[in-house]
């Protein structure tokens, strides 16, 4: 297990699904729905991590193995769920995108392809 914050991703390429988002006042079961879909999504085939931040403006990454595992976790029924929830109730807006990651490094590396 990793000390720092990070998801322990392969090296690329990988797919990045990032969820940004802007919440609506109070809890309102908001906390325990998102741990439970934390959970769900790292039994997921092609789950490869997890990364997280709220201030004012909320932003979670998850890392998946290709567009079709990203795909997958979108439709799984009790995500689906969560996400009607989310959008009558904890949500002002938010926003979806996805991405390939071709290049992943950090302070102790560098980038393999600098281009």
């Known amino acids: 297990m990793s000390s720092h914050p990070f ?11 990032i969820f940004t988002s802007v919440r609506t006042p109070g ?12 959970e769900l999504a ?10 997280s931040a709220r201030e ?3 932003i979670t990454v ?10 997958g976790w979108k ?3 009790a995500h689906l769920v969560a996400q009607r929830r ?8 938010y926003r979806v995108r996805i991405a390939t990651v071709e290049r ?6 560098s980038p393999l392809d600098p281009g």
């Open 62 to 71: 998850s890392y998946w193995t290709d567009q079709t595992a990203a795909q």
């Open 56 to 58: 004012d403006v909320g």
């Open 27 to 38: 809890d309102n079961g908001y906390a325990v729905m998102a741990a439970s879909m934390a």
């Open 86 to 93: 989310g959008r009558d109730v904890w949500y002002d807006d």
């Open 104 to 109: 992943d490094y950090g302070r102790d590396s």
């Open 42 to 51: 790292r039994e997921q085939p092609g789950f490869l991590g997890i990364e």
């Open 75 to 77: 439709r799984v029924a």
């Open 7 to 17: 998801a322990d991703t392969p090296a690329p390429p990988y797919v990045a699904v």
